[in-house]
């Protein structure tokens, strides 16, 4: 157990007592209602797929052909391993059907040692009648819904062509608990405009929603992206974190950040050859190690 916050791990034991569990990407296809002009164009500023997308997932192959490629991937190192289907490319409950979904979801859960899925998606691409499908499936396996929420402000959403609000979410999260469907919330740390200030007010606002778990991670301007574009012509205004001040950053969240809510992660860690700045060369688990060592030094008691 983490002294100072439920990590991934801990909050995994929770839900699967005495499994040890792996994500399996899954991409099925699917695009985002600000890129195919449901409501904009040219999704999040930010946002490059291929950046995070294992080379076992291509949306021409069928979700059990993935899940199986996902698992030869990982069955080597461990062998004893059950998995979570994770539907993680782009907003995985748009633009299709909801009997194509429940059809998806359904066989992606029932594929061999899968014991529960995550679905990816967007706050404001959650309709009561799929909401029902989740609920009726996670009563047979877990199923958690991760929403990208990424900041509290509405301004800064507008300006990284989200396209939704702080509103929606807060809704989201609250229909998605009226069905005891567990949820997470993506968080993005430096967005343009943003400091620490307004990083640590949108994880306050997040922690009083009834949500299981936060995923953070620094902004990481990558190439093929828009941000690249507007940032290196100085259209828009971004000033990366350093290590240290992201560090320092950090502590606060986790100081902050209720027991009862999983911190998942702190960093993201795209290709290196693909990440302009910043340029840290650490691993998630490094990150965290340091960032442990720095509590630690600072003789801070756990707040639980």
Request: proline share 6%; aromatic share 8%.
């Amino acid at each position: 157990m983490n002294r100072y916050y439920k990590d991934f791990g801990e909050y995994m034991q929770e839900v699967f007592p005495g499994i040890k569990v792996q994500k399996l990407s899954i991409d099925a296809g699917f695009t985002c209602p600000n890129r195919d002009g449901s409501i904009g164009r040219g999704g999040c500023i930010y946002c490059n797929n291929a950046s995070f997308t294992p080379g076992y997932c291509s949306p021409q192959d069928p979700v059990e052909l993935q899940i199986e490629k996902g698992k030869a991937f990982f069955r080597k190192k461990y062998p004893e391993m059950k998995y979570l289907a994770y539907f993680q490319s782009y907003t995985n409950t748009f633009g299709k059907s909801i009997d194509i979904l429940a059809e998806m979801y359904r066989r992606a859960a029932g594929s061999e040692d899968v014991v529960g899925i995550i679905i990816g998606t967007r706050p404001d691409c959650l309709p009561d009648e799929l909401l029902d499908v989740l609920a009726e499936l996670n009563k047979e396996k877990p199923v958690i819904v991760e929403i990208g929420a990424e900041t509290s402000s509405d301004h800064t959403l507008q300006l990284i062509n989200r396209n939704h609000t702080w509103k929606q979410v807060e809704e989201a999260a609250e229909r998605l608990n009226s069905r005891g469907i567990r949820t997470g919330l993506h968080l993005i740390a430096g967005l343009p405009g943003e400091d620490a200030n307004d990083v640590l007010e949108t994880i306050r606002k997040a922690c009083s929603l009834p949500i299981d778990s936060i995923k953070l991670h620094q902004l990481q301007i990558v190439k093929g992206t828009p941000l690249l574009k507007k940032w290196e012509a100085g259209e828009i205004n971004v000033v990366p974190f350093s290590l240290e001040e992201y560090l320092e950053l950090c502590v606060k969240i986790v100081l902050s950040v209720p027991h009862h809510i999983c911190i998942e992660r702190f960093l993201s860690s795209s290709p290196p050859d693909m990440v302009v700045a910043p340029k840290w060369g650490l691993k998630n688990y490094q990150f965290t190690n340091l960032l442990m060592n720095r509590i630690a030094k600072k003789d801070i008691r756990p707040h639980f």
